[in-house]
């Protein structure tokens, strides 16, 4: 089922994946470009495994100048003004961080267990990778909210509630569009990828760069409407 030039286009994708991840981590913890929120130190290098050079390149001009030692380098109070574009897509990218580790931990939990509904690994697969998104982009969404807002843990959640559950299942719509696409359509009858197969994270990054693209116009309403903090 699975051509030799996409399996090497899929470890391709996967490796630069992952260097554009370690290359953020460094820059934070050798670096000592640390976030100003601690969340983001998270969010930044779980966005490269699926976006790669562009999250790399969207850190190094978004993100590295939040540290406090990029501002104190270049002389600077605080971090200088960011596009509106760009403020909405750090707010994706914080929301797309919880889906996309939900999502990984479903799939690998699905498949080493050997879960199925109606024959297929796909359904359970949708499930549980929306239930740890959501419980994972809450927490995302508290740890960012809670602090800025100066909240208790109970309007804390509230506020993450209310900003990262419209957010979260509209980057999950297009991640899971595209899976199910992938699943139905694009694959043989009969066959199946699975987690063991470098083609199937290679169609996950796929999926969760148009969960991002789903996610974009809802961001941007929650952040114009001052439900969700701009970052």
């Known amino acids: 089922m699975e051509f030799d030039w996409l399996i090497a286009l899929a470890w391709l994708s996967l490796a630069l994946a992952f260097a554009c991840a370690s290359v953020i981590i460094a820059d934070i913890l050798i670096g000592k470009h640390r976030q100003h929120m601690w969340v983001m130190e998270l969010v930044w290098p779980i966005t490269a495994l699926y976006a790669g050079p562009l999250a790399l390149w969207f850190y190094w001009r978004y ?5 406090t030692k990029w501002q104190q380098d270049r002389g600077l109070a605080g971090p200088p003004n960011k596009p509106r574009w760009a403020t909405v897509s750090v707010g994706v990218s914080h929301c797309g ?3 996309t580790l939900g999502d990984i931990i ?3 939990l699905v498949f080493l267990v050997g879960v199925e509904i109606a024959g297929r690994a796909l359904w359970p697969e949708l499930i549980g990778g929306y239930v740890l998104a959501l419980i994972l982009g809450l927490a995302f969404q508290y740890f960012a909210i809670a602090p800025m807002r100066d909240l208790g843990v109970r309007d804390g959640m509230l506020a993450a509630i209310k900003a990262d559950v419209l957010s979260l299942t509209a980057f999950e719509i297009g991640l ?6 992938q699943a139905l359509v694009l694959v043989p009858a009969g066959d199946a990828l699975h987690p063991n197969s470098p083609v199937y994270w290679l169609g996950m990054q796929v999926g969760m760069c148009l969960g ?11 952040i114009r409407r001052g439900i969700k903090e701009a970052m």
Do not use: I, K
């Open 97 to 99: 961080a919880g889906c």
């Open 63 to 67: 993100g590295r100048p939040m540290s």
């Open 176 to 181: 899971f569009g595209w899976m199910v696409f």
């Open 106 to 108: 479903a799939a690998t």
């Open 212 to 222: 991002f693209a789903t996610a974009y116009p809802v961001n941007s309403w929650l």
